[in-house]
């Protein structure tokens, strides 16, 4: 009886362990600590620094010329310094739950980004200029202050999805959105009664 219980429970925590296993995992193996990519700098693909109380991005991360994939949730940073662009090959960037109050000029030179997770920071405006990030796929708002929507979002012409979950908007600005994007998935919460108009 013990020992099968020993299998059940084997089997239980091999199956919950691959379920949570990295949603980037198709890039390759995630490292998590800077110490260890430093070691290999040149073949680090994914690095998750999440949850180290980082009050900005490490300058160790601008040397990793080939990462792919850079995830930052979960820390206190307040801005993206213009040394990301050194980073030519990244596909993916995620800082959600920062303090971000803009969407920097610097992460719109970053032309190969695929995913960009700016969710539950305190950005108030998607800038003109969204338009340069031509191979953007997921662009992730949830959580944020929004209040500045420019046409320029119809010119991400491969976008498949924009969440703006939990941003207060109107139904007029909703529909606003949903014409620049009329081939992308967008999410909003229920409009609010709220005019963002002087």
């Known amino acids: 009886m013990r020992a ?7 089997i239980f925590l091999t199956t919950a362990c691959a379920q949570r296993k990295s949603p980037y995992s198709d890039y390759g193996r995630t490292i ?15 690095l998750d620094l999440s949850g180290n109380k980082l009050k900005e991005i490490p300058d160790e991360v601008f040397t990793l010329t080939n ?7 979960k820390n206190k940073i307040e801005s993206i310094p213009a040394e990301i662009v050194k980073l030519k090959k990244l596909e993916v960037l995620s800082t959600e739950k920062n303090r971000l109050t803009e969407i920097s000029e610097s992460v719109l030179k970053m032309e190969n980004l695929r995913i960009l997770n700016l969710a ?10 969204i338009d340069r990030l031509k191979n953007l796929q997921e662009l ?13 979002l119809s ?8 969440d703006l979950l939990n ?10 959105v949903k014409s620049y994007l009329p081939d992308a998935k967008v999410l909003f919460s229920a ?8």
């Open 140 to 152: 992730i708002l949830w959580g944020n202050v929004i209040a500045v929507f420019p046409e320029e």
């Open 67 to 73: 990462l792919r994939v850079l995830v930052l949730n």
């Open 32 to 46: 998590t600590s800077l110490q260890e990519a430093a070691l290999a700098a040149d073949s680090v693909i994914v």
């Open 4 to 10: 099968l219980f020993t299998l059940f429970l084997s």
């Open 191 to 198: 409009p609010c009664n709220c005019n963002f108009e002087d």
């Open 120 to 129: 539950d920071n305190e950005i108030g405006a998607i800038p003109m200029k």
């Open 155 to 162: 010119g991400l012409k491969k976008l498949k999805k924009l």
């Open 167 to 176: 941003n207060e908007m109107n139904k007029t600005e909703q529909d606003k």
